[in-house]
T-cell receptor, first 114, second 115 residues
């Protein structure tokens, strides 16, 4: 079965500093996508960043970047210059090569200290 | 464009009853997926509909069913409710017209409480 594992239930970062959230996954598919979603207290899931498995270049979106290690099946999220608004649950997800079916990790609760 | 809308936002039901949740996708999106979110199990995939056909299904009992209409709006039905069905039910829509990897846009969710 395809799995996504987030080993850090909670993380904390000081405002303006950098934090890295970890994620590992397992899939037998050769082509797939990986995602990081953010879920603030409002519960609205928002896509943070997306990585296509066959692209070696790590995806970047403003202050958010990933470290994608395909062989190790690792997909970590780095948040630079952390802001108070970054406080949320962060979910790593894989589509496992299947349309319309995201497999989520258990999530990491990120707190940002002023 | 308007985002994904879900109705109702909150619902309280009694064990044994049935419930229907509704999801209106973003205009032009033909794929609608449903997820259940609970503190214990996290986010779990229920099913996905594309052009009125169920294309994928998660590992949930037959009490959970869904459908999609010609305008892409989708409904999810849970019959014979159990206490464990209490959860946040999220709907997501996506264009999904081609290869993989399209972003799924999530609605605000329906909070279902079963007493």
């Amino acid at each position: 079965a395809q799995t996504v594992t987030q080993s850090q239930p909670e993380m904390s970062v000081q405002e303006a500093e950098t934090v890295t959230l970890s994620c590992t996954y397992d899939t037998s598919e050769s082509d797939y996508y990986l995602f990081w979603y953010k879920q603030p207290p409002s519960r609205q899931m928002i896509l943070v960043i997306r990585q296509e498995a066959y692209k070696q270049q790590n995806a970047t979106e403003n202050r958010f970047s990933v470290n994608f290690q395909k062989a190790a099946k690792s997909f970590s999220l780095k948040i630079s210059d952390s802001q108070l608004g970054d406080a949320a649950m962060y979910f790593c997800a894989s589509d496992g090569g299947s349309q319309g079916n995201l497999i989520f990790g258990k999530g990491t609760k990120l707190s940002v200290k002023p | 464009k308007a985002g994904v809308t879900q109705t109702p936002r909150y619902l309280i039901k009694t064990r044994g009853q049935q419930v229907t949740l509704s999801c209106s996708p973003i205009s032009g999106h033909r794929s609608v997926s449903w997820y259940q979110q609970t503190p214990g199990q996290g986010l779990q995939f229920l099913f996905e509909y594309f052009s009125e056909t169920q294309r994928n299904k998660g590992n949930f009992p037959g009490r959970f069913s869904g459908r999609q209409f010609s305008n892409s709006r989708s409904e999810m039905n849970v019959s014979t409710l159990e206490l464990g069905d209490s959860a946040l039910y999220l709907c997501a829509s996506s264009p999904q017209d081609g290869p993989l990897g399209y972003e799924q846009y999530f609605g605000p969710g329906t909070r279902l409480t079963v007493t």
